[in-house]
């Protein structure tokens, strides 16, 4: 079993920045990618950002490349979206997510399904 406990949420005007937390805890986590999805009110939820814990390797949705960046703490257990640049259109409960898939790439990353622990989740809101 994973848990997974978000931190971070908050409001800000478009153009500032946020850093979102994720600690994990109850398994190891070499074998495990952390992904970011976000959901806005009456859309689906949506893939931001995921890395493999393991090697570090990382991938983007095109939306945030170049404003966000995922990074980890291995001695906390933690992995962190940080967000600059933020938009309007960025406003959603941004969910940190565990996936135990295996792929060369990133396919098997993309999708929520692909994810079997999720966190609360956390509200981003920005205004213009």
């Known amino acids: 079993q994973v848990q997974l406990v978000e931190s971070g949420g908050g409001l800000v005007q478009a153009g500032g920045s946020l850093r979102l937390s994720c600690a994990a805890s109850?398994?190891?986590?070499?074998?495990?990618?952390m992904g970011w999805f976000r959901q806005a009110p009456g859309k689906e939820r949506e893939f931001v950002a995921v890395?493999?814990?393991?090697?570090?390797?990382?991938y983007y949705t095109d939306s945030v490349k170049g404003r966000f960046t995922i990074s980890r703490d291995v001695t906390k257990n933690t992995v962190y979206l940080q967000m600059n640049s933020l938009k309007p259109e960025d406003t959603a409960v941004y969910y940190c997510?565990?996936?135990?898939?295996?792929?060369?790439?990133?396919?098997?990353?993309?999708?929520?399904?692909?994810?079997?622990?999720w966190g609360q989740g956390t509200q981003v809101t920005v205004s213009s």
């Open positions: 890395m493999r814990w393991s090697v570090g390797d990382i």
């Open positions: 109850g398994r190891t986590f070499s074998r495990y990618a």
């Open positions: 997510a565990a996936s135990s898939n295996i792929c060369s790439g990133f396919a098997c990353f993309l999708n929520s399904y692909d994810y079997r622990y």
